[in-house]
RNA sequence: GGCCCCAUCGUCUAACCAGGUUAGGACACAGGGUUUUCAUCCCUGCAAUGCGGGUUCAAAUCCCGCUGGGGUCACCA
């Protein structure tokens, strides 16, 4: 039984796509299944871009979900470089071997010859492919063009009449005629590899043995099936997973229609959250986050496990009942056959859902470690984090409980921070402006003056009393004292806010607020 | 338009391959309970096999057609 071999090829684009972040899941899932090697290599034939730049964010969101490659940028391996870029060595000799054995031909024709050969074909509604004039061409004329500059492209020599048949993992068996595919161009005058075919002379070189990608791919599959013949390499299997649709759409989630998923229902929430976060973080223009980047989710304080579990629930399931995943039960499950070939909807409540699941999961401690820095960024704390400090941030972690879904969920908790706080009105007006309500608010004031100790149960019994001397409903004081001492309608237990902010800090809001 | 893929609740899916289930679960939504708000938690409800033919005692499941949706058609990856 040989290796199991999987592989990622992303072109650094800049940013990681959460849909192939997908895939790449799917990739590492099946390696580790089988005790395999996932491989990450770098698509980068034909762009002249910033490293630091282009494939930082790539290996970061690799880094942040725990999906860890084992041979590939950065990390080396046997088969290196894992750079197409600094591949073009193998591409050459496959090339030329290609030429040699009569699979590949020197095509002389312009691009304007060539697109008059399509446009004629279009307008007679035959398929077009390719004439083949530098077929007919003398081994002289060759030369002659040759010598005398003429710049030509490297075509495969596509078998006409025959029947390529590919038994893919998921989509079983899918076949295509050759007489209706266009010799494809492998190498480009100036010698450097196209996409399709530096794609097989990798996946050959760096043992690949399961080629699992979007099924965008699948029209793909016929030319690199034919140049894997062609070069006499064993073929890998090729298992067409589903892309993933933007939501609510049957229509694959693309980094170009980010703007228009602004109005989409289902993605509107994220951006707005993004808005309201990002830029008390500091990030806002330059970064440019949105829901189709995996940073988007690292930023605004995700868990990878939310995501990750989201992730492997887009096309595949364990079983009729399994929601929850964590990526151990993953890695002990996960199987081609149960991927479902429809495409799928990538779902933000669900992994909202997720992301709850696995937030309440967390230990504290690793709670609070999360929710720092973002307070830092904020400037609400400063570095160096005093014990002291972070002692505050726990207790105000614990005060929020549940509510805390995501790390940048601790930034309601401004109040606590800043006495620069800011009021909800409306129910300002609703609670505290109100027939009544700031005498009730003004009594109760004194008795929490005299409060000893100044905690929860000891508050909770004064403003029973208080209720039951007077009469008045509990949820009056309650609503009464939060909006007045944070200037939210929700949060923590009101108690627990008090507590918080001290009983001076309290008094002079409460005061405060009964002035304004 | 050519080639190719796909089709179960609003969404993600189970059951399909080896035909027989009141078509199951989760998210979302609605209602109720717990809770000082919110969140959590618990209960209940809503809601699907695209259409038409076959095959069969029996079809979501097997076959064909239709319709619909989507992907892809570069000297991009």
Redesign the pocket.
């Known amino acids: 039984m040989s290796t199991v071999r999987t592989r990622f090829?992303?072109?650094p684009t800049g940013y990681m796509h959460i849909g192939g972040m997908r895939t790449a899941l799917f990739n590492w899932l099946y390696a580790k299944r089988h005790g395999g090697q996932f491989i990450l290599r770098i698509?980068?034939?034909?762009?002249e871009r910033n490293q630091e730049t282009a494939l930082g964010p790539i290996l970061r969101a690799f880094r942040w979900l725990g999906l860890l490659w084992d041979e590939g940028p950065e990390v080396g391996g046997s088969h290196k470089p894992y750079f197409?870029s600094q591949r073009s060595h193998l591409y050459r000799a496959a090339a030329e071997k290609l030429e040699q054995s009569g699979h590949a031909y020197r095509d002389f024709?312009?691009?304007e010859e060539?697109d008059a050969d399509?446009k004629l074909a279009d307008k007679e509604?035959r398929?077009?492919i390719n004439i083949r004039r530098s077929l007919e061409l003398s081994d002289a004329k060759k030369r002659e063009l040759e010598t005398a500059g003429h710049?030509w492209?490297l075509r495969l020599l596509v078998p006409r009449e025959s029947k390529i048949v590919l038994d893919d993992l998921i989509?079983?068996r899918?076949?295509?005629?050759t007489s209706?595919l266009?010799d494809?161009?492998i190498m480009?005058?100036n010698g450097?590899a196209?996409?399709?075919f530096a794609t097989v002379v990798d996946d050959a070189e760096l043992e690949i043995s399961h080629v699992i990608r979007a099924?965008?791919?699948?029209?793909?599959t016929p030319i690199q099936i034919l140049l894997h013949e062609a070069l006499g390499n064993t073929l890998p299997r090729f298992a067409h997973i589903?892309?993933v649709?933007a939501?609510?759409?049957?229509?694959?989630l693309s980094k170009r229609k980010v703007e228009q998923y602004r109005k989409n229902p289902a993605f509107k929430r994220l951006f707005e959250r993004g808005d309201e976060v990002f830029p008390q973080l500091g990030l806002s223009a330059a970064v440019a986050l949105d829901p189709v980047m995996v940073e988007y989710y690292e930023r605004i304080g995700y868990l990878p496990a939310g995501v990750l579990n989201a992730l492997a629930?887009?096309?595949?399931?364990l079983?009729?009942?399994t929601?929850i995943l964590s990526l151990q039960t993953l890695v002990e499950n996960f199987s081609l056959e149960?991927v479902?070939?429809?495409?799928?909807?990538f779902?933000p409540?669900?992994l909202?859902?997720f992301q709850?699941?696995w937030m309440?999961e967390l230990p504290l401690d690793e709670k609070v470690d999360g929710c720092v820095p973002y307070l830092v960024d904020a400037k609400l704390i400063s570095e160096p984090v005093s014990a002291e400090t972070r002692e505050f941030v726990k207790s105000i972690v614990v005060a929020l409980?549940?509510?805390l879904?995501l790390f940048a969920d601790i930034l309601d908790a401004r109040p606590f921070f800043t006495d620069d706080i800011t009021f909800d009105e409306k129910n300002f007006d609703k609670r505290v402006r109100k027939d009544g309500v700031p005498a009730h608010l003004a009594a109760f004031r004194n008795r929490l003056e005299t409060l000893e100790p100044f905690t929860v149960p000891a508050m909770?019994a004064a403003l029973q009393a208080y209720c039951e001397e007077t009469g008045e409903q509990?949820?009056t004081l309650?609503?009464a004292l939060?909006l007045s001492t944070t200037g939210q309608?929700?949060?923590?237990?009101?108690?627990?806010c008090l507590a918080l902010l001290g009983k001076e800090k309290s008094l002079a809001r409460i005061d405060a607020a009964l002035k304004r």
Request: contains cysteine.
């Open positions: 090829a992303p072109s698509d980068d034939t034909d762009q197409q024709s312009t691009k060539n399509r509604k398929p077009y710049p492209v989509r079983e899918v076949e295509w005629d209706l266009p494809p161009v480009r005058a450097s196209l996409y399709n099924e965008e791919h699948l029209p793909n589903p892309y649709c939501p609510g759409t049957k229509e694959k629930r887009i096309g595949w399931s079983d009729d009942r929601e149960r479902v070939k429809a495409p799928a909807g779902d409540d669900k909202f859902s709850g699941h309440k409980g549940d509510r879904k909770e509990t949820g309650v609503h939060r309608a929700v949060g923590p237990g009101v108690y627990d």
